[in-house]
């Protein structure tokens, strides 16, 4: 996460199919947490099982959208930090869900790319979602990515973060500085702290999300 421009120009989201990846996240079975503990030991037996609870445990879809925000926050927080580069050997590589809690490890992008699925999939709306690229001014000074979620479409966003594990309102993060957002659907430029933004509709153009989509696909 080290240069706003040229992330952005990798980025060039979104294609409008991640929106019905999301809701048609493939459950993980029996046989592929196996294979994944074999290759990365326990601890990744542990996790996937943890979330797969998660996706499939009724209690959690008849939560509210409140505690599925705290639940799928407090587990994905439970990751440790891992620079791409120390854990992927790549300078910036976006992890599937899967990948992020197999290795145990991950950046921030991949904890609110995993996050944003699986809140998907327990049934938060999309519309209500939103990957957000922004600048930490105060521990890193560095670009970071957060989730931020919309209770309405005018309503300031809370913001779920691996740096500042409680969930807040945008207005409360004043260590963060908005750049831009995007979902399954489309992609804004940020104007306020609060997150309200302007829209500058979405792409399908090569990026990252791509990349991550077909990787998910060819998990399913």
Not at 87 to 101: C, I, N, Q, S
Not at 104 to 133: M, Q, W
Request: net charge neutral.
């Amino acid at each position: 996460m080290r240069v706003f421009a040229a992330r952005w120009l990798r980025v060039l989201l979104l294609a409008a199919s991640v929106a019905a990846l999301a809701a048609e996240l493939v459950v993980i079975t029996d046989v592929q947490i196996g294979k994944l503990a074999q290759q990365f030991g326990p601890v990744a037996k542990n996790r996937l099982t943890g979330w797969r609870d998660i996706l499939v445990n009724p209690k959690y879809k008849k939560m509210s959208e409140r505690e599925k925000l705290e639940r799928v926050n407090d587990f994905m927080n439970q990751t440790p930090f891992i620079d791409d580069l120390a854990h992927w050997g790549k300078e910036d590589y976006w992890a599937t869900p899967v990948e992020f809690l197999s290795t145990h490890g991950g950046d921030c992008e991949d904890f609110s790319i995993a996050k944003y699925f699986t809140l998907r999939a327990l049934g938060v709306p999309d519309d209500k979602l939103r990957i957000t690229y922004v600048k930490e001014l105060v521990i890193y000074n560095q670009a970071h990515m957060v989730l931020a979620y919309f209770p309405s479409p005018d309503a300031e966003p809370l913001i779920l973060d691996n740096i500042n594990k409680t969930i807040q309102p945008a207005s409360a993060r004043t260590d963060l500085l908005p750049v831009y957002s995007f979902n399954g659907s489309n992609l804004w430029l940020a104007k306020e702290q609060t997150g309200r933004a302007q829209s500058v509709g979405g792409s399908d153009r090569i990026g990252h999300w791509r990349d991550l989509q077909a990787r998910l696909r060819a998990a399913g």
